[in-house]
């Protein structure tokens, strides 16, 4: 099999990943575009010696679960890669994504937590801006496995108004000549645009430069377009390499923060916080974290890896006592923030690295649940063995990588600990991302 290749297949099942499965001389081909059942004329990607990857050119027997996807451009653009899928389907690829992974331990997996609103349910859009050759400024996400920009005037999956917003900016952008970052010769001025939007409607611009800048007539065009903006900064990054904010931020207009409100208690954000993408199924993610812990008011939490303490002090409400760790310090300043004006006194936050911090809390009261939020990569193995020799009895595990949570639990159950249940939750429809939650318990 050879690059460029061109195969009539027929597809006979779809993998984790959502790819068709179609098998050319014996051998596996992963093929990008196609679904289960349908027979498609596929090019051959990336051969190697074992399966290959190709990608569907034509769809000669459509697939009844295929659906003309809503984005214009969706073909091109690297943003999303199930929007020609039906829901339901996109569902049960997520489900089974999560159960192959986990296939070595036996526990019970729960349906899917569905997403009632699959078109612009994102509350936050990072965009990146480059010029075409006749100077216009244009904006967009990356090409499928490239690093070009493809250019669209709207992103479905965001907000209506963040996209309203990007247009406007870039208009005025491009009246006003201001130039955009070159990343291969590096030079150029106005590199990406981060817009962040809550349930209250408070929107944040973040205005990603390599310098310094007064743009101050901007603030003045936005506040008079656009008075749900409540919060403008520039970041001001330098680097050369990929890395999309720096820690440089510098506010040019309102407040240092935007207002969410989750599960009926309010949280202030800045930029460098993490916050869920999706706001309704983060209420969703949380209450069945919530319903695994199965809290009571005498019982000593931890929630690791606790942001600006959303899930925290969702906690609090339910427990004697209950401790957050966080590495940004800007969260923990929204973290503290949050329990003042949440009227909540038995929250207590640190700041610092979940792997180190923890082992403080070790001669500290008996704690009956901790919950782990990580990142894409996981938990530290330092930080699981704390919680090993800490002999918690209750494990909540929210993650959005099944993949490194199976690596955690693996470690988890080979000392004691037991994978009970198991729920996905869609939070990022029209992608191939799944959050879970987990309960694992002491054996
Ligand atoms: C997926 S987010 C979850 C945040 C929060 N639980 C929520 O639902 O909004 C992961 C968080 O872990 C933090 N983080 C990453 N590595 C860390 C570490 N080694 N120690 C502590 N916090 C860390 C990140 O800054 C981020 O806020």
Known sequence: MNM????????????????????????????????????????????????????????LEPSKDRVEAPC???????????????????CKIKELRVSQT???????QNPIIKNDKTIGYRNKIMIPFTKDLDDNTLYGFYEKKSHKIVSIDKCLISDDKANEIVSFIAKYLNIFHISIYDEINHNGLFRELMIRNTKLDEYMIVLIVTKDYDFSKLVEYIKEEFPCVKSIYLNINTNTNNVLLSDNFKLIYGNPFVTESILGLKFNVSPSSFMQVNHDQ?????????RCANLKNDMNVIDAYCGM????????????????IEIVE??????????????????????????????????????????????????????????????IPKIVYISCNIATAARDIKILESAGYKLEEVTPVDLFSSTLHVESVTLLVKR
């Open 309 to 324: 303490g959303s899930i925290t002090l969702n906690i609090a409400k339910n427990v004697n006592k209950v401790y957050g």
């Open 4 to 59: 460029g290749e061109t195969y009539k297949v027929k597809i006979d099942n779809f993998d984790i990943n959502g790819y068709g499965v179609a098998h050319i001389d014996k051998q596996v081909v992963f093929v990008s575009g196609a679904m289960e059942g349908e027979t498609v004329i596929c090019k051959i990607t990336n051969p190697k010696k074992k399966y290959s990857f190709a990608e569907a050119i034509k769809i």
């Open 102 to 108: 986990l296939r070595d331990f036996k526990y019970k």
């Open 330 to 391: 800007d969260a923990i300043k929204n973290a503290n923030s949050n329990k003042k004006l949440n009227n909540i006194e038995n929250a207590e936050f640190i700041c610092g690295k979940c792997e180190d911090k923890i082992k403080e809390l070790v001669n500290k009261e008996k704690i009956d649940v901790i919950f782990f939020d990580p990142p894409r990569k996981g938990c530290d193995i330092e930080f699981l063995k704390t919680v090993i020799d800490m002999k």
């Open 282 to 290: 983060c209420e969703k993610l949380y209450s069945e974290a919530l």
């Open 72 to 90: 214009q451009y969706y073909e091109y653009c690297g943003g999303c890669d199930m929007m020609h899928i039906k829901y339901g389907t996109e």
